[in-house]
């Protein structure tokens, strides 16, 4: 069942909805990626609340028109409308007044939602409004996606990507440096603007997949996968389209698969699984990778000091530094030095002098950085610069018995 | 006659005006009622190394930014190279104070200094073998060759600083304002960017410092400008860096000794 659904053999209806989750997620993390780097996060939740009393309004506006209330392209202008209203008005709160952002964007969502779920509640109330599904909209409904819905999800997300692109270099000056930004003469405020209003597009198209309450999930959850992964912006760009892509397609097959699992909060949740992965698995920022690296750590400066502490004929008392020698066969049972020790020993202590040479002199800054007092001095310098300290240190000392 | 000199006045005015690479006048920021900087003018010395000092809240770093456009005055105007700021931007770098951003965020050195450059990328521009040859260049003007590919966490606060001029060296301007670049920085740092900042006045560029070391202002600088929210002197070291200026722009807050080391280092 669900390899039939992976390949796209559940039917017309599941394939749409396959391929539009795909498109929606690549768009989703993409443009997501700039709101995270900005750290605005949150706006896209003020964003996508704020839509809700537009669809209900647009609904009514079509139906007083004489028209269907259910026309998803009318919906979607309506949702656009009241999320730019929304956009503006929190952008105005937080420029012109002394509301902090993440006030600003509590009031907006609340506000929004509120008058939303009102209109919503009126709605039902028309004899027209019960068969509207308009609920529909807050969580995502999949079940009776035609070609025209996801044609509109696969043009609204290409388009939104394409507009990523061209304005990607200026949202990343804005987001790392917002002075240097507007000192270049930048129009930072219409690049956030711009931003918001791409973000807002996609809650838009979004909406019959994932609806309203969720999105945000879309938006926020690939680029913090991505980071995990990557010390660069424009792969996090890369990363997090492909995640969200992938959450996609997954969710949507996944859904498809058994009667009755509803694609939205299912796309969510394998988003999530992408993100607990790298949570744990990611090799430098990772969980896993931290505790790993700093146990390894903390056995190499054991080692190290051990073999500073014998070097100088200190005794050693940490239990744990003698463990470690003794397993390494540094150390005797009844702590003192063998052979291989002492040599270490004396070679930690030369070490130690060559690195204080390093770290004193300018031109070999690049290397002092590395400094961390346990790495060998031959793993960042060649044998002629070592030779070179050498000279300037003097001959090398006896290790005390 | 009395209009004459009027006119006369104005022309002084202006050709001051139009030959300073930066010209403040009636200079008024305000955060919420209370001015930061009060009818300032200011006319930078083209070619020189100036110095903006002052005590702490004396408003040195908001000046910048409204010469720079970032925050907006209440009243006065910039002149940059005699002409309005907006058309000048591209003869401008600017070097922000290093605690201003975020240093986990996912970028790397020759990334940043790339920044210098969005003005020749352009918007969908490639990033080219000639761009990174330009940016490693300036890299190693700030002795962060090696650096290139580290991401910018990774960096000590006096490299952190290095890279964000190296940022500015790409953009090739013919002013350069810098907001208190050696604030915690270390000694190797504050060499490497006052010769860099020497070699920029030797070819001609214009430099304009925040400084908030009285002790090296004499050794760095050529002229100074000395402001506690109102303009108190401004002129070349040795006759507005004087005992004088210092005590009435820092009132009390300067220890007696301090002034006196300084008017003994000042002869």
Redesign the interface.
Known sequence: MLWDALTLQLGYNAALVAIGATLLGVSAGVTGTFLFLRKRALVSDAISHATLPGVCLAFMVMVALGGDGRNLPGLLAGSAVSAWLGLLCMNWLTRHTRLAEDAAIGAILSVFFGLGIVLLTVIQTMGVGRQAGLEGFLLGSTAGMLWADALIIAVGGAATLILVMIIRRPMTMVAFDPEYAAARGLPVNRIDLAMMGLVMAVTVVGLKIVGLILIVALLIIPPVTARFWTDRSDRVVLLAGLTGGMAGYLGAALSASAPNLPTGPIIVLVSFGFFALSLFLAPARGVLAAVLRHLRFQRRVHIRQGLLALAQGQKIYEPLTLRLLRRAGLVRADGVATDPGKARAAKALRDEKRWEIVRSDLAHEATAALYDGLRDIETVLTLDQIAEIDRRIGTPQEVPA | MLELAAVQGVSIEDQSVAGSPLAIRGLTVSYGQKPAVFSVDMTVQPGAMTAIIGPNGAGKSTLL?AA???VSPLSGQVTVFGKPL?EQ?AR?A?V?QRA???WD????VI??VL?GL??Q?G??GRVRARHKAGAMDCLHRV?MR??ADR?I?Q??GG?QQRVFLA?ALAQDADLY?LDEPFAGVDA?TEKAIIAVLKSLRESGKTVVVVHHDLATVTDYFDHVFLINTRKVAEGPVAEAFTAETLQSAYGGRLATAQIDQISRALG
Request: aromatic residues 8%.
């Open positions: 930014k720079l456009g970032i907006g931007r401008i600017y922000p201003s951003v975020d965020f996912p970028t790397r990334d940043v920044m969005s003005r990328l918007l969908l002795g090696d650096f991401q966490g960096l000590s490299q940022r304002l190797a």
